[in-house]
Each structure stands twice: as C-alpha cells, then as structure tokens.
Nanobody
C-alpha cells in the first residue's frame, strides 16, 4: 500500500488543522492505521492509531481530548483532526499502515507516508 499525507501548514496556537492520509490499493480496510510525528531533534513518537475492524482508537496522552483519528474505508483515507493546537505539536506528521497488528510502536509499521509539516506558532 502507498500512503500520501497532506493537510499540514502553519497555524496559531489554539487553532485547528485536519490532516489526511490517502492510501492506494483495494485492501485499505484490512490495515491498522496510525499517525506518528517527529519534531526536530527528537525521535518519532506515537500520536494515534485506529483499528481496522471496529474503528476503535488509541491516543498518546499528550494529544488525548484534542486530536481525533478517523477513517473512511470507502475513500481509502484516514484523518487526524487536530484542535487546540500547541507550539509543542509542531512536527512532521506521518501516517503509517500495517496489516498485522494494532500498535503504538513506530518501528512495527511497514508502510509509511512521506510526512506533512505542522507548525504551530505561539
């Protein structure tokens, strides 16, 4: 599967953005999908993951209550709605896919999008 992330940009603190990740292929619904991010000089970290079957989700504590991950299997797309953005949310955001397991560990995922930059100004 090939992934294409989009929707990043510059936003003021307290603002919102919605990221999208479009996937190629006809088996999108069979993949667990996640969002990760990497700030300058830091390791890639987990943001959110969504189950392939029941749509259940899990979030990093740092974004819980502010971000929402969702998926539209008919459009082969996942989304990350980001509200109440903070300067510390500034990072390159990556979407990832894996058919095997629901995971919050970035090294587990096989397929990655190219990343989209989110910059939150104070």
């Amino acid at each position: 599967v090939q992934l294409q992330a989009s929707g990043g940009g510059l936003v003021q603190a307290g603002g919102s953005l919605r990221l999208s990740c479009a996937a190629s292929g006809r088996t999108f619904s069979s993949y667990y999908m996640g969002w990760f991010r990497q700030a300058p000089g830091k390791e890639r970290e987990f943001v959110a993951v969504i189950n392939k079957s029941d749509g259940s989700t899990q979030y990093a504590d740092s974004v819980k209550g502010r971000f929402t991950i969702s998926r539209d299997n008919a459009k082969n797309t996942i989304y990350l709605q980001m509200n109440s953005l903070k300067p510390e949310d500034t990072a390159v955001y990556y979407c990832a896919a894996d058919p095997r397991q629901y995971s919050t560990t970035y090294s587990f995922y096989v397929y990655w999008g190219q990343g989209t930059l989110v910059t939150v100004s104070s």
